[in-house]
């Protein structure tokens, strides 16, 4: 699976992500404080100015970080796996692993966040009078208070995917007992907010606000596609929720010896019949796994003097998934992992292999049989960032 962002460190266990798109969000931040908010606060030097911005940019994101790590903390205080916490243009979010335990749970994973923001914005405006000899860092920490509070009053919204939303998902789960229907509603709220940022996007962009107009607009169109896909996520969810890993799994993989080399591989099975993994088999049984990402991974010019033996990942290495597995437990494996294929071992023995479009494929069927609509809903809803449960979504105003 190809990685769309970089890591920068861990903290509490958790793996920080920078998203490709943060630079340029950054980089525009910067620039429009310069430009700007700077020259209308105190008077300095065109490179003053810029480095300010970079700072104040640099450090509204260490507070969407704290956000999110407020999230983050709480769900694992409740035995919840947190892999990552990524920034990206439009703030920030954590990946939890699994769904929480009970609506109150979900609650105070949800609300932590904007709390956390109000603190950090009360801690700014508290130390401002001790930068009152400095014009530029005053200003600084005045624009970090007012954003923090902004970003915590927006993250109210009840609407998902803003923690607002995920709050009015904890009340109407813990009122009727449904955690699906209280994801509807929550979802198409999110959607009814996603609309009116869009309309109002639009509004100021033809009143002459091109600026402010695009980014209001922008943020709509991601607060309606990320509401949007949750709804179709969980019906994919529901129609998954019955089946296994044995129904969508495939069988009909090569299996080869250890002496086999890579470039007798790829000349035999990748070329001729379009295969994409191979189970290394031996007197004893499985002995391992070679993937088209194992072979490209050795250089072109060693492939006829590696084995498949040399360049597998032994058996007992494999993240594997059982026949009698649900189907959306794999599926939700393979998010948090990061992969697109799993093997299914059964006492020690491959006896299948699933993928991210063996799963896409099954749910197409599956839909297109219970509901008789076509397979684009089932394709967005698998490919809405990934895998795994996204929670806590930090959005910048």
Not at 10 to 36: E, K, N, P
Not at 77 to 89: A, H, K, N, S
């Amino acid at each position: 699976m190809l990685r769309h962002a970089i890591p920068i460190g861990r903290i509490f266990g958790i793996t920080v992500d920078l998203d490709y798109s943060w630079f340029l969000i950054v980089g525009l931040l910067a620039w429009m404080l310069a430009v700007s908010y700077f020259p209308a606060a105190f008077r300095t030097s065109t490179a003053e100015y810029w480095l300010l911005g970079v700072v104040t940019a640099v450090m509204l994101f260490v507070s969407v970080l704290i956000h999110e790590l407020g999230h983050s903390i709480v769900a694992q205080g409740y035995g919840l796996e947190v892999p990552r916490i990524t920034l990206f243009l439009f703030g920030g979010v954590s990946q939890i692993a699994a769904e929480p335990p009970n609506a109150g749970a979900e609650f105070w994973i949800a609300v932590v966040g904007p709390l956390v923001s109000f603190a950090l914005a009360a801690f700014f405006w508290e130390i401002e009078p001790l930068f009152a000899w400095s014009p530029g860092w005053f200003a600084v920490l005045k624009y970090l208070a007012l954003l923090n509070l902004i970003l915590g009053i927006f993250n109210l919204v009840p609407g998902f995917p803003l923690d607002g939303g995920r709050v009015l998902r904890a009340v109407v789960w813990k009122a009727t007992g449904g955690y699906q229907r209280a994801t509807a509603v929550a979802a198409t709220t999110g959607r009814f907010f996603g609309f009116v940022l869009i309309f109002w996007g639009v509004w100021d962009v033809l009143r002459g606000d091109f600026i402010n107009g695009l980014w209001i607009a922008f943020i709509g169109w991601y607060l309606e596609s990320a509401a949007g896909a949750q709804l179709q996520m969980e019906a994919a969810k529901a129609l998954m929720s019955e089946h296994r890993v044995a129904d969508a799994m495939r069988q009909d993989f090569p299996r080869i010896g250890g002496e086999t080399t890579l470039e007798e591989i790829v000349e035999r099975f990748v070329m001729t019949g379009n295969s994409r993994y191979f189970v290394v088999s031996g007197p004893s049984g499985t002995r391992g796994l070679v993937t088209l990402g194992t072979i490209q991974s050795e250089p072109r010019q060693a492939w006829g003097s590696t084995t498949a033996a040399q360049a597998m990942i032994p058996a007992e290495k494999l993240r594997r998934a059982t026949p009698e597995e649900g189907l959306w437990a794999a599926l939700e494996q393979m998010g948090r992992d990061g992969i697109n294929e799993l093997p299914v071992m059964e006492g020690g023995e491959i006896v299948g292999m699933l993928s991210s479009e063996d799963i896409m494929h099954y749910l197409q069927v599956l839909q297109t049989f219970a509901t008789g609509s076509g397979p684009a809903a089932a394709r967005r809803a698998m490919l809405h960032r990934g895998f795994p449960v996204d929670r806590g979504h930090t959005h910048l105003p």
